[in-house]
């Protein structure tokens, strides 16, 4: 898989993350522990994102 393919998957994941974190916080019955893992995955993901592309420059 190339760079830049890992980058449009990692990219993916990202935003399906971000939308679970949006669905789970308009919640009534919020799981703030589960809210905190999902951003903690989502900062990892954004993390690896950043240091892909600081490699294709």
Known sequence: ??????IRE??????SLDETIQREIRNPATDSLRVRE???QKL??????????????
Do not use: F, P, V, Y
Not at 1 to 6: C, H, L, S, V
């Open 1 to 6: 898989m190339t760079i830049e393919a890992r």
């Open 10 to 15: 990692l990219g993916n994941r990202h935003r």
């Open 38 to 40: 999902l951003k903690q």
């Open 44 to 57: 990892r993901l954004k993390e690896e994102i950043t240091s892909l592309e600081a490699r294709t420059h």
